[in-house]
């Protein structure tokens, strides 16, 4: 219903790259979990700000630099909208979601935890939720446990429950898998996890963009998050983290921006969030996140999802009618991603064929190598959607799927 009101060419209209032939074929842009595309405003944003209030922020007293500081403080406000987060302090603008998560694991984890201490992962995890984690262990002796995924790329709620207990220090999850597209049900899991006092890191890189997300509803104590899989640029990102924790918090890096005081025996450190943002931060990309988040609202992220989702259906219906292709993942509850594999054609020559064909997709492992081993493929090819895709980019799709096949010899 709502995809036949969603203002689709209008929408297109706006990113001027989906105009912009590949291999002398329309593109057709299905690798929007790795990266989005950028709509106008969001371009647009960038060169205003470069052309028009260019200067470095909280240090100057001339007017370019008030004017800086109040778009970037502008766009912190913003994004502590989104999220609905009490209080703009709780907003940390990072690189990344990468970026975000190392900070937690490095400033909240490294400090806190013990030998015996338990981080509980899951399998379907990106290596940006595994990785800072296992620095974390073998700097203070704590370990990792793994929560399984069923055959449909669902966390096994009972297997988290085994897994859960007195020894827990921290539960990180992703909020939407990149790989499958499984949405985890992160409000259930923080409750359990704060029954035994274990503090939730939530990876929302997937999630943000896509459906509505209300860091105070879902209980989270931290939500990490990247500016470019939502319509930003790429440099910049987001954790929201509960004040009570980013307080109590050693900074993450220590330099300019990030001090009340310093002398050569002691340095004070300026509250949050500005005592986790060292340096001079990606200020154009905050203030151009905004203006993403702009055009988002006035689209309205309900509207959007639905959109998303009719097209998550629409695919997996006509991926499902295609002779020996597999979709890998199939969730009761999913974003709109979906993995699969074809019969006798490894991934990576599906994506290089169909990029012959103007459709971008990703196809590997997609930074979740425990879960393809947990699967048992090498790889995937991937398509994600974003709220420009239509139904009419799937049939393309499953044509160039057809030369695929066609290309190995393999009837359709
Ligand atoms: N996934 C993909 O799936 P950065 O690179 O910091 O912006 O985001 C890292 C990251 C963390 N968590 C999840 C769930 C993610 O999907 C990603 C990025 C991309 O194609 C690149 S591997």
Same mark, same amino acid.
């Given at each position: 219903m709502a995809s036949s009101i969603f203002p689709i060419t209008t929408i297109r209209q706006?990113?001027?790259?989906? *105009?912009k032939p590949v291999h002398g074929k329309p593109l057709i842009y299905l690798d929007n979990a790795a990266t989005t595309q950028k709509p106008k405003k969001v371009i647009e944003a960038l060169v205003a700000f470069y052309e028009q209030s260019n200067a470095n922020i *909280?240090?100057?007293?001339h007017a370019l630099s008030e004017c800086s500081t109040q778009k970037y403080e502008a766009a912190r406000e913003k994004v502590r909208a989104w999220v609905h987060?009490?209080?703009?302090?709780e907003i940390i603008f990072t690189k990344g979601t990468t970026e975000a998560l190392n900070l937690v694991a490095e400033s909240w984890a490294r400090p806190q935890l013990h030998k015996g201490d338990e981080i509980l992962l899951t399998e379907m995890e990106h290596h940006s939720n595994i990785v800072p984690w296992q620095f974390v262990c073998q700097k203070t002796g704590a370990v990792l446990k793994v929560v399984p995924v069923n055959n449909q790329g669902e966390l096994v709620w009972e297997e988290f429950l085994k897994r859960?207990?007195?020894?827990?220090?921290i539960v990180a999850v992703t *909020?939407?898998?990149?790989?499958?597209g499984t949405v985890n049900p992160i409000a259930s899991i923080v409750k359990k996890a704060k029954e035994v006092g274990a503090v939730v890191v939530v990876d929302g890189a997937q999630a943000v963009a896509h459906i509505p997300v209300d860091v105070q509803t879902l209980g989270c104590d931290f939500y990490a998050f990247s500016g470019h899989k939502m319509y930003g640029p790429t440099g910049i990102g987001v954790l929201y983290g509960k004040a009570e924790h980013l307080e109590r918090m050693e900074p993450y890096q220590g330099g300019g921006?990030?001090?009340r005081s310093v002398t050569f025996d002691k340095t004070e450190y300026a509250p949050p969030p500005f005592k986790f943002?060292?340096?001079?931060?990606p200020i154009s990309g905050a203030v151009a996140l905004g203006a993403a988040m702009e055009t988002l609202s006035q689209i309205g992220l309900e509207a959007i999802a639905s959109h998303e989702h009719s097209l998550l259906d629409y695919a997996t219906q006509k991926l499902r009618e295609e002779k020996g292709l597999s979709i890998i993942g199939q969730a009761k509850e999913k974003g709109g991603i979906i993995s699969f594999v074809c019969e006798g054609v490894h991934p990576h020559d599906i994506g290089t064929l169909l990029d012959e064909e103007g459709i971008a997709i990703r196809a590997g492992h997609h930074c979740t190598m425990p879960l393809m081993k947990r699967l048992g493929v090498p790889g995937t090819a991937r398509i994600s959607f974003a709220l420009y895709n239509t139904k009419e980019e799937i049939d393309a799709l499953v044509e160039g799927l057809h030369k695929v096949r066609k290309v190995f010899s393999i009837p359709s």
């Open positions: 706006d990113f001027p790259i989906l *105009h *909280h240090r100057g007293v987060a009490k209080s703009t302090d859960l207990g007195r020894r827990t220090k *909020h939407v898998s990149n790989t499958l921006d990030m001090i943002e060292a340096g001079t931060p």
